[in-house]
């Protein structure tokens, strides 16, 4: 304001002594400074009111990490274009090609991220193959919210009913990976089917990790035959699902389809295996035939003798590349089970008991951090009463089965306690 007045008094007192050439070039001096200043008081006053995180990318540049001044407040502030950093739960990288890291709910990232954080699909680094009915579908669930694995969210039942679509089409339905994820595939029927282990030391790779969860064989029987049963009923009232898997088939490659079915009925049967669960009106008519004797012949029965199953997979993949868990010791107590996992798989120690809570209504274990969830009630289906005789029967043709498991194996199962000659 100072100058302004200077220059308004030159101004007229040249214009008084008549020289009106020093009188304009004072007035445009006079309209120089007063403009100049007026937009530099403007400038200031939107720049004061500006939001605060644009006054500070205006006065830091933003091509590298830069600390922000105390008096402003310490945050970062991130390029454009760089990635975010991954997330870190209890000190191990959190999900990176997922909105959520529960496997019920994959929500992949957008392209641009999923490129920019390496996010391919590619095979399995394991498979829990079996056993259905001893807990797969738990541990797959848990195991989940563990960030350095992933796993896919159907059973895609490649390696025995749809081995006929091609590789391609199995890596296409498996989840997203960042570099440092094991990918796991879980499909229990895996366990029983005999050209299965050949399959996946060929297609996949002689060095891939085999999980298996087994559970008290009778037990197990009852909640398959209770399972089966329900779904019997099911489509009596709805039909068969819909197949949300595979896709429509050609003329050539449904002929291909009955091809395979053909070869693996035969193979089944060379194996003297039975992969089919024939269910009766009830658990003893679908397990015992009218002589008493225990059918071995049902899948139900069958997919309970563990050690020769075991025994096949043993011959395409070593000792120390499958890990058989306890069911009945996992379902009591999941964290040891998952911890040891964790080793078998080669990934950062994650869970505790604090990732846990016991449902008293449902029975079982759910997860709690990092965030709530649970299995469905369908998932504790209650039994059925059984008559004693039959249980009886069973636990007796299970018995040296269970003892040459315990050979093959080297280890020792929680449902053998109840048993004394164990």
């Known amino acids: 304001m100072t ?17 009106k050439s020093v009188c304009l070039m004072t007035l445009c001096l006079f309209v120089f400074l007063f403009k100049n200043s007026f937009f530099k008081l403007q400038s200031e006053y939107h720049q004061f009111n500006k939001p605060i995180h644009e006054r500070r990318l205006q006065a830091f540049k933003i091509d590298q990490y830069v600390t922000v001044p105390k008096n402003i407040s310490n945050v970062r502030i991130r390029p454009k274009n760089e990635v975010k950093p991954v997330k870190e739960l209890n000190g191990v990288n959190d999900i990176q090609c997922y909105a959520s890291n529960e496997c019920q709910r994959l929500k992949p990232l957008p392209p641009k991220k999923l490129k920019a954080r390496g996010c391919q699909r590619r095979l399995p680094d394991a498979l829990i193959v079996g056993v259905k009915k001893a807990g797969t579908s738990a541990l797959k669930s848990f195991l989940c919210f563990h960030p350095e694995v992933i796993a896919s969210h ?17 890596t296409s339905n498996l989840p997203y990976a960042t570099a440092n994820q094991k990918v796991l595939e879980k499909t229990p029927k895996y366990f029983i089917y005999p050209d299965v282990p050949r399959r996946i030391c060929d297609d996949i790779s002689p060095n891939v990790k085999i999980i298996i969860i087994l559970r008290d064989p009778v037990t197990r029987a009852i909640s398959d035959y209770v399972h089966e049963d329900e779904s019997r009923e099911r489509k009596k009232v709805e039909g068969e699902r819909e197949d949300r898997l595979t896709p429509q088939l050609s ?24 992969i089919y669960s024939k269910l009766g009106d009830t658990f003893e008519s679908s397990v015992v035939d009218a002589n008493g004797d225990v059918i071995r012949t049902n899948a139900i029965v069958d997919s309970s003798i563990y050690v020769t199953h075991i025994l096949r997979w043993m011959e395409y993949f070593p000792r120390n590349q499958i890990l058989i868990l306890d069911g009945d010791a996992f379902i009591k107590d999941p964290v040891p089970a998952l911890q040891q996992v964790e080793s078998f798989l080669g990934v950062k120690s994650y869970f505790s008991r604090d990732n846990f809570y016991f449902d008293e209504e449902k029975r079982f274990y759910c997860v709690s951090k990092p965030e709530k969830s649970c299995m469905p009630k369908v998932k504790g289906r209650p039994h059925p009463n059984i008559n004693p005789k039959v249980l009886k029967k069973l636990r007796e043709f299970y018995k040296p089965y269970d003892r040459w498991l315990v050979e093959v194996t080297g280890q020792n199962f929680t449902w053998m306690a109840y048993d004394k000659e164990f």
């Open 3 to 19: 100058s302004a007045a200077t220059c308004i008094n030159s101004a007229r007192r040249f214009c008084k002594i008549g020289k």
């Open 154 to 170: 159907f059973e895609l039942h490649y390696f025995d009913v749809r081995y006929f679509l091609g590789i391609e089409w199995y």
């Open 251 to 274: 003329p050539e490659m449904e002929a291909l389809k009955n091809i395979h079915k053909k070869i693996d009925r035969q193979n089944i049967e060379m194996a003297g295996l039975n």
